[in-house]
């Protein structure tokens, strides 16, 4: 009878700790689940990141296109005024070229006719 008793106890021991092993493996198939939550969510992250760094780039190529519109427009009225004053310095410089050469001649003619 003893060795029916050591038995049961020991059915009842191993029962429990059966018990014990299943809800360890609940727990561990609970924790699986909640960690492939978690890579699913790292990995859309992951995505969302690529997406916004390729974004990133095209809008930083759009900035250099508009920053060197804006250099050349910038640009544009300095490069007009600068030919404009080329255009007067020399409009200028002819004026008194001539003048001068108006004055040579002037000279010359009324030194022949007197």
Known sequence: MSENIS???RIAKLES???TLF???K???DEQKEFR??????EKIANQ???NREMLEQNNNKLDDISARLTDVEHQPAESAKKR???ISDTIVAVVVTGIVNAIITALIT???K
């Open 7 to 9: 038995t049961e106890e």
């Open 17 to 19: 700790e059966n018990v």
């Open 23 to 25: 809800h360890y493996i």
């Open 27 to 29: 727990e561990i198939k």
């Open 37 to 42: 939550k978690l890579v699913a969510a790292v």
């Open 49 to 51: 990141t690529a997406d």
């Open 85 to 87: 004053a080329d255009k």
């Open 111 to 113: 030194f022949l006719t």
